[in-house]
């Protein structure tokens, strides 16, 4: 699922750094912003079934990939 959520989320940012470095800042970097995110929501819904409402994450908890896979991860656990 990891390699999913990272192919989702490079498409999103349109940049495969997010898949080589796991710490990159989304968001400071100009990778991601608010409404990317939103449709990477969707997308992720839609590829894997697990759903997260932009209104359960603040931004810090979601700035780098590596924080999103292990958001995505608790979730699909749950």
């Given at each position: 699922?990891?390699?999913?959520?990272?192919?989702?989320?490079?498409?999103?940012?349109?940049?495969?750094?997010v898949k080589e470095d796991l710490e990159?800042?989304?968001?400071?970097?100009?990778?991601?912003?608010?409404?990317?995110?939103?449709?990477?929501?969707?997308?992720?819904?839609?590829?894997?079934?697990?759903?997260?409402?932009?209104?359960?994450?603040?931004?810090?908890?979601?700035?780098?990939?590596?924080?999103?896979?292990?958001?995505?991860?608790?979730?699909?656990?749950?």
């Amino acid at each position: 699922m990891r390699e999913e959520v990272l192919d989702l989320l490079a498409e999103i940012c349109e940049d495969d750094v997010v898949k080589e470095d796991l710490e990159t800042e989304l968001f400071e970097s100009g990778l991601l912003d608010s409404l990317g995110f939103a449709e990477f929501l969707v997308d992720l819904e839609d590829h894997c079934g697990i759903v997260i409402s932009p209104s359960e994450v603040e931004r810090a908890d979601i700035d780098t990939p590596e924080k999103i896979l292990k958001l995505v991860e608790a979730r699909s656990e749950a």
